[in-house]
């Protein structure tokens, strides 16, 4: 079991920055990717970023490519999400997740791939 617990969600006006964190803690033996999703009201929860472990490959959304870093820091086992220059279209929730081993044939940006979530924490951009 993999616990996730997100933090640094709020309100920002268009063009300012948020850095969204999430706590991993359990056994991440069977993780290879953890990733970003967000959520918006009404619409399928999408995949923001994606980070693989072994090597610290990154994988973005076109829509928030040259906008939004992942990162993942081993020593305080935590995974972040700097996002710069937001718009309002990125306002929903977000969510921080992990898989549970190795799979082929699905994207590393889909829900689908992944089995772990966090709670999720609000993002609003709004003038």
């Known amino acids: 079991q993999v616990q996730l617990v997100e933090s640094g969600g709020g309100s920002v006006q268009p063009g300012g920055s948020l850095r969204l964190s999430c706590g991993v803690s359990?056994?991440?033996?069977?993780?290879?990717?953890m990733g970003w999703f967000r959520q918006a009201p009404g619409k399928q929860r999408e995949g923001v970023a994606s980070?693989?472990?072994?090597?610290?490959?990154?994988y973005y959304a076109d829509s928030v490519k040259d906008r939004f870093t992942i990162s993942r820091d081993d020593a305080n086992n935590a995974l972040y999400l700097q996002m710069n220059s937001l718009k309002s279209e990125d306002t929903a929730v977000y969510y921080c997740?992990?898989?549970?081993?190795?799979?082929?044939?699905?994207?590393?940006?889909?829900?689908?791939?992944?089995?772990?979530w966090g709670q999720g924490t609000q993002v609003t951009v709004s003038s």
């Open positions: 997740a992990a898989d549970n081993g190795w799979r082929t044939g699905v994207s590393v940006l889909s829900p689908d791939r992944y089995e772990y």
């Open positions: 359990g056994n991440t033996g069977r993780t290879y990717f």
């Open positions: 980070f693989k472990l072994s090597g610290g490959y990154t």
